[in-house]
Structure formats: structure tokens, C-alpha cells
T-cell receptor
Framework: DSGVTQTPKHLITATGQRVTLRCSPR?????VYWYQQSLDQGLQFLIQ???????AKGNILERFSAQQFPDLHSELNLSSLELGDSALYFCASSVGTSGNTIYFGEGSWLTVV | GQQVMQIPQYQHVQEGEDFTTYCNSSTTLSNIQWYKQRPGGHPVFLIQLVKSGEVKKQKRLTFQFGEAKKNSSLHITATQTTDVGTYFC????????????FGKGTSLLVTP
């Protein structure tokens, strides 16, 4: 158990819909990262938050957004879903922003039908 | 942008054989990390290498960081079925705090 909690574990939704994935980082970790894992693209970095502020952006689509709340939990919002958005979405956390190990949650499986 | 590449994509070995996966970055890395993801699981941190030419060992696993800090390797001696999984290398993405760019991984299958 990494200490990073993600909900829901599985989600099936229709194209065009919107979903929210939630993540609670490890106790004491200030950084939260979101990654998307698909078979053909591997682990793609989406976005990072540090202590409530957006720190870095990766390959995140405009239809996707995220935020980190004062209690440090984070949400990833995916809207206007397409079939190609079906993937495993990982949240990860670390203590700081440099030189730290990243701990992954168990992921949220999203299936868009 | 920075690319992190791994080869091979897949490797199938008999239990007891050795295994090596190679990682190459298009840019110099301040450090490199290795993760293992078991089937159906999540990536789990294995090790971080920071110094040029660094070699670290964890039991049967040997990790190396190249002199130019652009490549790395993971070698497993005498594989066991518990080594099955996908091994990822990852390096800090430029100008991104500590977000990591992951290679696509090497999937290792070990048959008894």
C-alpha cells in the first residue's frame, strides 16, 4: 500500500459525458501528479500540483482539468469524453518538487463506451 | 521535447536466465528512476540514480547510470517468476518541477 488513495477504482461512462477522479496523497506529501496509462502511449504525464498550485503541465487535453484543494487532495475532471480517453489514470504524490520518490495510487480504470 | 526510450519492448526468458533493459534519454538527466509495475498493479519505485557512472545493486538487480547521464540499464541476474512485470525508467521532464517522463517500459515474462 503506497498510501495514495484513488477513487473510483473502476468507472464506465458514455461518450460525451464528464467524470471526476479523486486522489488523496500520502500524508505529508505536497505534490500530486496525474498520469494516464494506455497500451499504446505508456505512462503519460498530465499535470502536477504542489501545495494547491499548478506546477507543471504535460500532455493534458483541454477537455481535462485538475485542481488541488487546501487539504491537498486532488481531482481530475475529464469532460466531453471520447472512446480514446479509455485508460488507467494514476495519481501519484511526493513530498516536494525535486529529488523525491513518487508514490503511485492503484489507479482509476476509465472505460468510455 | 525530451524523449525517454526503452528497449526491448518485451522480453520472454526462462527462469534462471538473465535479463537486461536499456533506457536512453534525448537529454541529459539530473537523475533517473526505475519503477516496476506488476500485471494489474501500479508502478512501484525501485531506485534512483544521481551520479554519472553510478552503479547500485538490490539483491539480483543491478542498476547503472551512464557516464553522460543520458542512459541507464537494469540487469536482473537469474530471473525468477516474481520478476514478472513491466520495468520503467523515468527522468525529470525539463522545466516541470519534479514531474517524470517515463519510458514505455519493458515487459518481462518469466516462464518456469
Amino acid at each position: 500500500d503506497s498510501g495514495v488513495t484513488q477513487t473510483p477504482k473502476h468507472l464506465i461512462t458514455a461518450t460525451g459525458q464528464r467524470v471526476t477522479l479523486r486522489c488523496s496523497p500520502r500524508s505529508g506529501d505536497l505534490s500530486v501528479y496525474w498520469y494516464q496509462q494506455s497500451l499504446d502511449q505508456g505512462l503519460q504525464f498530465l499535470i502536477q500540483y504542489y501545495n494547491g498550485e499548478e506546477r507543471a503541465k504535460g500532455n493534458i487535453l483541454e477537455r481535462f482539468s485538475a485542481q488541488q484543494f487546501p487539504d491537498l487532495h486532488s481531482e481530475l475532471n475529464l469532460s466531453s469524453l471520447e472512446l480514446g480517453d479509455s485508460a488507467l489514470y494514476f495519481c501519484a504524490s511526493s513530498v516536494g518538487t525535486s529529488g523525491n520518490t513518487i508514490y503511485f495510487g492503484e489507479g482509476s480504470w476509465l472505460t468510455v463506451v | 521535447g525530451q524523449q525517454v526510450m526503452q528497449i526491448p519492448q518485451y522480453q520472454h526468458v526462462q527462469e534462471g536466465e538473465d535479463f537486461t533493459t536499456y533506457c536512453n534519454s534525448s537529454t541529459t538527466l539530473s537523475n533517473i528512476q526505475w519503477y516496476k509495475q506488476r500485471p494489474g498493479g501500479h508502478p512501484v519505485f525501485l531506485i534512483q540514480l544521481v551520479k554519472s557512472g553510478e552503479v547500485k545493486k538490490q539483491k539480483r538487480l543491478t542498476f547503472q547510470f551512464g557516464e553522460a547521464k543520458k542512459n541507464s540499464s537494469l540487469h536482473i541476474t537469474a530471473t525468477q517468476t516474481t520478476d514478472v512485470g513491466t520495468y520503467f525508467c523515468a527522468g525529470p521532464a525539463p522545466n516541470s518541477g519534479y514531474a517524470l517522463n517515463f519510458g514505455k517500459g519493458t515487459s518481462l515474462l518469466v516462464t518456469p
